[in-house]
């Protein structure tokens, strides 16, 4: 799907107009949610759902996330890497933390497949709620801390415990999933702070 139109920053021009028209049409192709889509605009950061008139509102008034490029919460299919394409890809600028879930998704799709039935229907399946949901949160490492911010949701609890490893902090009050359920609640600054204190509380 194209996705130029993404980076415009006149909202005015046709063209942006017409990659707002074009996204919509393909998200309510997709949608499983009835009349509404995540609204992938910057204020909402594809956290609420929204009818296609105020998604389009917001687009055209506020303007899409400039990072959103692969629409895999509207529809796009999550395309995997080959083995052949992993050897001669260059080392890569950032965290890497898609491309290691992506190969890990990669390695086990391939895995299904010899184990899988020959059935001979090809036709996807939905995911269940497990999967639905961890594809949810999975959409935490495509959404900003904050806007213009080089850290995403994900990469920054998982640079947090990579900090708490390095110094060896440990304490029964400060285990990794506490301090993922308390990152994922909200990201907002009151928050992070709380979350700081929480990793660097001694004992």
């Known amino acids: 799907m194209e996705w130029n139109w993404v980076k415009l920053r006149n909202r005015a021009l046709l063209e942006y107009r017409q ?43 506020i303007g899409i996330l400039p990072s959103y490029t692969h629409w895999f919460r509207h529809g796009e299919e999550r395309h995997f890497q080959t083995c052949d394409s992993l050897d001669s890809d260059d080392e890569s600028d950032g965290d890497g933390l898609s491309e290691m879930v992506e190969d890990y998704c990669a390695a086990f799709n391939a ?57 060896k902090v440990f304490s029964p009050t400060c285990s990794a999933q506490k301090v993922y359920e308390e990152g994922a609640k909200d990201v907002a600054l009151s928050a992070l702070t709380g979350i700081n204190a929480t990793i660097f509380a001694y004992g």
């Open 19 to 61: 990659g707002i028209k074009d996204f919509l049409d393909f998200a309510f192709e997709h949608t499983t949610m009835g009349y509404k889509i995540y609204c992938p605009c910057k204020k909402c950061n594809n956290y609420f759902a929204k009818t296609r008139d105020d998604v389009e509102a917001d687009l055209l008034t």
């Open 111 to 167: 895995a299904s497949c010899v184990a899988g039935d020959s059935s001979g229907d090809s036709t996807p399946e939905k995911p269940n709620d497990d999967a639905a949901n961890f594809f949810l949160k999975l959409g935490d490492n495509e959404q900003k801390l904050f806007l213009d911010y080089k850290y995403t949701k994900l990469s920054f609890i998982v640079k947090l415990l990579h900090i708490k490893c390095l110094n």
